[in-house]
């Protein structure tokens, strides 16, 4: 079992960075796929970014090039480092795992179109982006 946590959410000003933290207690690499969500107000939870058990990565269209998902094994970090906010980055942030086997394709394990599909969800950090 993983139990995410998140921390690092605050209000940026339009064209600013910020680094979203995730403590994954029980996390094991090899065994599980982590990803970043979130949800504006009002609107669906999307997916952002994940990473997989060997470490490859995919990103929403409307985030790559600015975000960057990454992991520290020795401690069970997974972070979620963003450049270049913008308004509509607005929105709680969700750190969540799922169960994976090592190597599994990303996109099948950890699929960004499909929250549901993930197995430990974290609470959440707002993020507000004011312009």
């Known amino acids: 079992q993983v139990t995410p946590a998140e921390s690092g959410g605050r209000s940026v000003q339009s064209g600013g960075s910020l680094r979203l933290s995730c403590a994954a207690n029980?996390?094991?690499?090899?065994?599980?796929?982590m990803a970043w969500f979130r949800q504006p107000a009002g609107k669906e939870r999307e997916g952002v970014a994940a990473?997989?058990?060997?470490?490859?990565?995919s990103y929403a269209d409307s985030v790559k090039g600015r975000f960057t998902i990454s992991r520290d094994t020795t401690t069970n970090m997974v972070y979620l480092q963003m450049f270049n906010l913008k308004p509509e980055d607005t929105a709680i942030y969700y750190c969540?795992?799922?169960?994976?086997?090592?190597?599994?394709?990303?996109?099948?394990?950890?699929?960004?179109?499909?929250?549901?599909?993930?197995?430990?969800w974290g609470t959440g950090t707002l993020v507000t982006i004011s312009s």
């Open positions: 029980g996390y094991t690499p090899r065994t599980y796929c």
């Open positions: 990473i997989g058990s060997d470490g490859t990565t």
């Open positions: 969540a795992a799922a169960r994976a086997a090592h190597e599994a394709p990303l996109d099948l394990v950890c699929p960004l179109s499909t929250p549901s599909n993930m197995d430990y």
